[in-house]
Structure formats: C-alpha cells, structure tokens
C-alpha cells in the first residue's frame, strides 16, 4: 500500500472515531493506556509482587551519601546495582523515576493484584540462543525459561495473505526471485555481502542504501516482509544498521519465553541487590546531576544526593527532565545526539476464550497453528500469541506491535478516546486478518475482550541516525566515559545499538561499565547451544 493511502485510510479511521465519539462515552473501567519514557507517566501500575515495597517520594532521609547514585531502574540499572552491592553495600544508591523497577521491561497482568494471574510483556517478553548473557543470569537467579513449539506465521502484504514469503512475490513485479526459494535472504545477503557493502557511507540512510543496491520493488518488498517498519522507514545510518544486522542475523533460533515474564529478572536482581544493602528509591525521578568540589550532587523532589559516582541508566529521551551541567555536558556531545528512539505502541488483550487455538496453516502437517500475523494493510501491524504454557494459560494477545510512526501516533490518538474505540478497531483489523482466504478455518468470529492495555513507547528502541559519521562501536565507547576522567557512565541498551531492542544490550553496557570502570571482571557468555538450531526464515529472530 502507497503511504498517501495509508494516511488517507489512517485520518478517516481517526474521524470516524471522532464522530462516535460524541455518541459513546469512552468506557474508562478496563481501559489502562500508559505512556513511559516520556515527558509524565500518566499511569500507576498496581504493585504485582516486587521483592521491595515501594519506597515513596517522603521515604528516608532528606540528603544521602553514596558511593554510587545510579539513575534509572531498568534492566541496565538494575544490574549495575545487583552487581556493585555485594561490594558496597549501600554504598549503591538507585532512583527510579516510576513506582516500579524494569523500565522497558514491564509485564502485565489481567489482575494484576492476583499473583496466580499470568504477566505478559507490553516490551520485552524473549530471549533467544545466542543471548548467553540472559541464560546465564536465569540460572543464577533461578528463573525457568519456556520453549514453545515452533508455528505458523502469517503475512499479509498488498493485500494478498500466505504462509510462505516467496508466495507473495507476485505483489512484487519486476523483483526476482531467488533460485534457492528465500529471496528475502538473498535480498538481505545482498545488502549485508555485497560488494556495495563498502560504500555504505556514500549514502544518507539505510533505505537509501536499499533503494541503490536492491532496488525499489527489493525496498518494498523486504519492508513488508519484515514485521519492523522503523528499520526502513526512520532516517537510520547504513553501516550502522548493518552492523547491527551482521549479528543479528544469528540471533535466532529457538526462542525462551521466562515464566514470571521477562520482570523476573528485575525482581531477582531487585531482591539480591536490596538483600546486599543496596538503596533502592522507586517513584523518585532525578531531575538535575551536578558536578560538585568533592563528587555529585543528583536531586529528586525530596532528597538531594551526593554520590562519589554516577552511572547515567537512562535513555536519551529522559534527559529531557534531567537538567544540571553533567546532563547539559553529555546532551552536547555528538555521540548523543546520533541517537534516535523509535516510536512503538502495543496492546495487550485478555479474552474469555482462546478464539485463535483453531486458526492453522491447512497446508502444513507441523507447526500448523498459527501464532503470528504481521500485515502491510491495517496499523495493526503485528499480532503475536503467547504460545508458552506460562503466559497462554492467560489466554492473551498481543493484539498489535506497530513501530511505524503514523501507526503510533494513530494508537496514541485512538486511546486517548477510551477503550472501546480501540476495540472496535481492533476488532474490524483481527476480522479482516484472520478472515484472509488461506488459513482454516474459512471464517473467523472475533468477540470481544474481556481487558485491553495499550503501551505507547516513546522511544522503545534505538539507532544510530543517517548522515552522523559515527559508528555503534565508537558510540558505545564513548558512553562508557562520557566525561573523559570523569566517573560518570552511561549504561543501557540504547548506548549499545548493535544489540537495538534486545535487553542483551542493556545487560551488556553494564557489564562493560562494570569491568573498564569499577572494577569487576564479569564474563560476557556465548550462545549456551552447543550447537544452535539453523535459523529457517529471518522471521524466526526479533522480539
Ligand atoms: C515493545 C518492545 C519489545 C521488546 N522485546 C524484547 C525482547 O523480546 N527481549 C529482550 O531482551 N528485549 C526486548 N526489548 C528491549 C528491552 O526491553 C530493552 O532493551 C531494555 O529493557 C532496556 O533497558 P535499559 O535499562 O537500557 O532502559 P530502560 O528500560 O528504558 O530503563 C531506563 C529506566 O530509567 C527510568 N528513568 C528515566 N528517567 C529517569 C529519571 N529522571 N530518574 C530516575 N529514573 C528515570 C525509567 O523509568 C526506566 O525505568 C523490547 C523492548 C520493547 C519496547
């Protein structure tokens, strides 16, 4: 479909709801909408079984000391501070601007006061082979990792539905096809191998170098076929987006789905880190760091904190709130402004039946169900089903999984109107998507859920942006000491874009942080296969 198209689709849908709208008051019982990362959260999530209690703004005393004030209780932050208490003790101060640690780690539950109540992730919800850093940290936290049977996948580009990529080829005149039967990964090893590979940095963007080396039917087709649209769409830099996809080509096959959700391994790390004496303020945003004759000052709304270190674990986006000449310093620095944040809505729906269990691939003997549909006409973009006994004894959806920015936006604007207005368009999107021609059975009644939340991530992964001169690595380096000297880190998957989207690359900004400035000697483990299953399609990677 044309973007006009697609706009035009976009505002209509949008003034029809504006128009019901004044009929139906928005149904505010189930509706949960949350907005993190950016400017406000609008949303307080009841606590579902954190290992500390909240600790609110007025909690302890007004001025600390610390050996260590670490910003920001996600994934980076919290390892660094589960990793520093041993040794220090409470010497280790965390903030976190929200009532809970985990950051883009954030499960979900249909009650989420009930602990029997499956939690499923609005981000992260995987972890796949080669993320040795993962395994490795679940067994040391005790965490079961699930593995589901593999099934069906589900696309709908231009229009027409299939199983199989190459049988959408035809939408795609002019492309050839490849003579092995994966033009995708032909495409893709065009683009990774190629000779054109060298000149990389001749080009504005990624889509540029995808335009000239594949073509624009090759553009197009390897946009649609991929359940991203950012990486083709935002202005990303070339051999930094390649980069990253040399390795992420190998992050596949089989993936491992946590029980407890991917939360499990903030709680875990939360619960050893506060058992070693480690402070842990929740629901206390820092809003200045500065530097100071003997150290830094950090200040909440409450407290003011003098720390001998500080370990920046937040995203570029929230420095937006952070004011104070060590925040001015860093946001003045090239490598940071080469950062981008990519825009993603999800929405979770809960439903009295799993109406999806019955949905399979006819052609298929194995593997027949169908647990993923991604599709180029609708904002819906991208559904998953939990497959993994944990989360679909919850019976959930991740109903859509849209990181084009219109979408977004469109999901963003759709929400503020209530829930139902998101239902019903939901509705319309699952009906036409599972009513397609090609899966079993031919017709599909979509009811209605029981609960629907929709996430809206500002900036819920990043890249290096086009035209910056900067590569991952030389951005990566930097952020270990962006002050030179200065005891001052940056930890987070978004200082580590060649692991983009993954929480691998949180965890492993802080083990570098960890090592080059304070001292540890962690490992960084390999893929714990011994020998991996062979990746079948490149759809089996991502989250
Ligand atoms: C939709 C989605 C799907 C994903 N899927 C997967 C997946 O399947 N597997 C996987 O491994 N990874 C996945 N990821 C990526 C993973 O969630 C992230 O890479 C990881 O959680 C990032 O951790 P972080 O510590 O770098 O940053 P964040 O999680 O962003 O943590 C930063 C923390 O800082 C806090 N903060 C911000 N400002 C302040 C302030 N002023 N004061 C105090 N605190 C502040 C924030 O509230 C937040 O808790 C996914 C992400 C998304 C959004």
Redesign the pocket.
Known sequence: MGKAHYLLLLSLSLAACDDNDGDTPPNQTDAVVAT??GAE?DMAIASDGGPTPDAGPDAGPQTLQCAVAI????????HTAFRLAPTLGDGVCL????AK?????KDVAFDDNDPTSPRV????????ET?GV?FALADELDITLETPPDAANLTEARGAFAFSKEALLPQYPGLMADAGGDTETALYDALRLGPERATTGNYPNFEAYVRAVVGDVGYDYLRDMSRFRADFEYDLDAEGYLDYLDEEWDVCCEPSYPQGG?SSFIFGMEARATADGARIFKG????AVNKVADGYELT?ANRTVHADKVVL???PS?FE??GGDVADRIKAQPEFQAIVGVK?V?ITQWWENAWWSVIRNPMADTDANVWRAWTTEHCLNFIEIPIEPYAAAGKITRSV?DDNLDCAIFWEQLAAQGTEAVEAELNTQLTALFNNGVSDPATVEIPMPIKTFV?V?P???HWIKGGTGLSNAEVFTWSVAPLGEEPVSL????YNVR?S??????YK?SIRVLNEKYGLTLNIPGSTKAARTHRRLWSQGR?
């Open positions: 993190d990362g959260s910003v920001g209780g996600g994934a980076g932050g919290t903030f976190e601007r929200e640690l985990g950051g883009r780690i992730g609005t981000g992260a919800r995987r972890v796949m993320q993962l991917m206390e945003a820092v809003t909440t674990a937040v995203p929230a709130q952070i993603v999800t999984y996430q991530w900036d819920a992964w930890v987070g998957e978004a692991r989207g993954w929480s691998d690359g949180a900004s989250h």
